[in-house]
């Protein structure tokens, strides 16, 4: 009988520390999600920065919007390498939403931003190029993007079409 009343008193002394560890996991996972989010963040930050500190690959980026077959093929390269790394950073955030750790709105987000790109053209020439790269599940929401046919907005009042040096 002892030995039974000795047996439930350590069990009820385990409970605590399943709680107490479970809470712990369940914060730690929170903030490896919160550091994730953070690393694809500053990606993101250091991506957008290469159109805002040079005024030649923001007038590359514009043409390249146009039409990236237009370009010549050090502006192809840039272009394409600019586009690889903004559909890295976005493949990324995919992931963590798909796995639990983005919130629905924020990958909203993301994608209303790939929808923007991707409606113009020469967003769409590079992806034929470049698509094979990334893996199968965020090819299908690109394409699924694409299929929408979105209309270009983005940039409708940078007046695409006039020279840059009008």
């Given at each position: 009988m002892l030995s039974a009343i000795g047996q439930i008193v350590a069990a009820i002394g385990v409970i605590p520390s399943l709680i107490y560890l479970a809470?712990?996991?369940?914060?730690?996972n929170k903030e490896r999600r919160r550091v994730g989010i953070n690393i694809l963040t500053v990606q993101w930050s250091e991506l957008v920065k290469s159109a805002q500190e040079s005024r030649e690959f923001a007038a590359l980026f514009l043409r390249g919007m146009?039409?990236?077959q237009a370009l010549d093929a050090p502006d192809k390269l840039r272009f394409s390498s600019f586009f690889t790394r903004f559909t890295r950073n976005c493949e990324g955030m995919f992931?963590?939403?798909?796995?639990g750790a983005l919130e629905k709105t924020l990958w909203d987000e993301v994608e209303r931003t790939m929808t923007d790109y991707f409606a113009y053209p020469g967003?769409?020439?590079?992806?034929?190029?470049?698509?094979?790269?990334?893996t199968d599940e965020f090819r299908a929401v690109v394409e699924a993007i694409i299929a929408k046919n979105p209309e270009p907005r983005m940039y409708a009042a940078y007046n695409l079409d006039e020279s840059p040096n009008a």
């Open positions: 809470i712990h996991i369940r914060e730690q146009r039409s990236f992931i963590y939403y798909r796995d967003v769409r020439e590079w992806w034929a190029t470049r698509k094979h790269w990334l």
